[in-house]
């Protein structure tokens, strides 16, 4: 398995779940890219935004200012990981939902100690529950009711 350290020193294994960016806006029509867009500095969805789509973001200096723009009306959308707006649309009252997410390609995975003798089975593990489906269940059963919505569940949309 391939490995790399972080700066402060931690292992992680190699990526597992893709991380998407997802879009929490208010509670109405459909979203157009004509519209202002949102993200909060030091993010990749703020690259994500410029780049890819073509937008040139409002930028936020945290996620709590980031949400209340789109609360207040000063953005229409906010980027940013799909399990993350998803918790916060459902502490919305139904004032925000999550209406799609984009494929980013980003992954996450799982950081340990650094010179951990668990490593290799921290990899097979995660490895064994990717191929036989048990991660997507937990997401479902676990993840969904925390988040107020599998992630697995928000369709994805592509940049056309």
Known sequence: MARCADRRGADRG??????????RLTAGPALTMRQPTAAYNGTTSV???????GVNPTIFPNSQTLYQGVISGQVDAAFLDTAIVL??????????????QYATGEK???I???GSANE???????ESMLKDGTLEGLSKTYLGPA???DPND???????
């Open 14 to 23: 190699a990526p597992r779940s893709v991380a998407t960016g997802g879009i």
């Open 47 to 53: 690259d994500f935004l410029k780049n890819t789509l």
């Open 87 to 100: 918790a916060e649309a459902k502490a919305s009252n139904g004032n925000l939902k999550v209406v799609g």
């Open 108 to 110: 996450y995975g799982a």
């Open 112 to 114: 340990y100690p650094k």
């Open 120 to 126: 290799d089975a921290f990899n097979t593990g995660i």
């Open 147 to 149: 988040f107020g919505g």
């Open 154 to 160: 928000v369709p994805v949309w592509t940049v056309q």
